[in-house]
Each structure stands twice: as structure tokens, then as C-alpha cells.
């Protein structure tokens, strides 16, 4: 009776471990909810410093805030539907902001070097899911 009672023990402790340990993972790694001060704060950052496109308008979604850096992802566009030019020109990208900085990778061969700069590992195949469609 008593090796029974030890291995249920051992069992609860095991899975309680288990629970807590993804419980801190999944919290560290999802942002809490924005309220839409906070989100509309990120948007017109990322509109005023984040895409060359003139008179934007962006969506962004945010992969996590940690202290005063946020991570995410911009698609933007022009605010304008004056051209079918204009609506094809669509800007999105990673980003990464600190404090009131915006800061993304380079367009081209640089990409995936400055992802490695600029954004934790655990983030980098959210990025590039977006990056090839598959997020979107």
C-alpha cells in the first residue's frame, strides 16, 4: 500500500510539474490582451515609422511585450483607392519595437540575418510563416 501511495505521489507531482511548466511557457510567449489604446498605439507607430508607403493603413498583430519591447507582424497599405497601382502595393513585416523604436529586418538577403538579430528563436517560425503566406 504504501509503494502505491508513493507512486501516485511521485504521479500528481510529476504532472503538476509538467502543468505549471507549460502554464509559465504559454504565458511568457502570448501577449496578454491589448487594450484598444495600446493597440491603436502600436498601429500608428508602425504606420509613422514602419512602412515607406504614403498615407498607410496597417494591421498589426502582436506576438508578445516583454518589459517595454513588442514583437509582431505589419501588413500595410494605402489608405488611398484612387490607383489599382496603390491597392496592389502591400508592405508587410516583422517588426520590433523599443520603447517608442521601431525596428525591422532588411528586405532581400539580409532577411534572415536580421531576424536572428532582432527577434528571440522561439519567435522566428511564427515570422516566417508569415513571411511565406502560411501565417497569414
Known amino acids: ?68 519591447t513588442t514583437y509582431g507582424w505589419a501588413s500595410c497599405a494605402p489608405s488611398s483607392n484612387e490607383s489599382a497601382d496603390a491597392m496592389a502595393q502591400v508592405d508587410a513585416f516583422p517588426f520590433r519595437i523599443d520603447g517608442q523604436d521601431l525596428r525591422r529586418p532588411d528586405d532581400g538577403s539580409k532577411f534572415d540575418e536580421d531576424v536572428k538579430e532582432l527577434f528571440p528563436e522561439d ?6 510563416q508569415h513571411a511565406t503566406g502560411a501565417g497569414s
Open 1 to 68: 500500500m504504501g509503494q502505491k501511495i508513493k507512486r501516485f505521489g511521485f504521479g500528481v507531482g510529476t504532472a503538476l510539474t509538467v502543468a505549471f511548466a507549460i502554464t509559465s511557457c504559454g504565458l511568457a510567449s502570448e501577449p496578454t490582451a491589448l487594450s484598444d489604446e495600446d493597440q491603436a498605439s502600436i498601429v500608428e507607430l508602425v504606420q509613422e515609422q514602419g512602412t515607406v508607403i504614403e498615407a498607410p493603413t496597417c494591421s498589426v498583430e502582436v506576438f508578445r511585450i516583454e518589459d517595454s
Open 123 to 128: 519567435l522566428r517560425s511564427a515570422i516566417n
